[in-house]
């Protein structure tokens, strides 16, 4: 039977590679908000003015958005969960 867990010492430079991923996603959550604003003002300027393609970017921008966040934020526990599920196996 053989027993492989993750290393986190194996190898140089995996603190600063964490640091950068850490990195990653903070700008990933920051750029998702702002495409959530910008989406809604897209929605709210298309509703107003009577554009109903505008308005329709606007609902997919804010929902693309949304996925986008989540995915950055539940990033480390989906990879934990489909590496305990791949455990399992």
Request: net charge neutral; hydrophobic share 50%; charged share 5%.
């Amino acid at each position: 039977m053989i027993d492989i867990d993750p290393n986190g010492t194996g190898l140089p430079g995996i603190e600063q590679l964490r640091t950068i991923v850490g990195a990653v996603m903070t700008v990933g959550l920051i750029l998702s908000v702002l495409a959530l604003i910008v989406s809604a003002i897209i929605w709210a300027y298309g509703s107003n003015s009577s554009n109903p393609h505008l308005a329709g970017r606007g609902k997919i921008g804010v929902l693309v958005s949304c996925g986008a966040a989540v995915v950055c934020g539940a990033s480390v526990t989906l990879i934990n969960f489909f590496w305990g599920v791949g455990q399992a196996v």
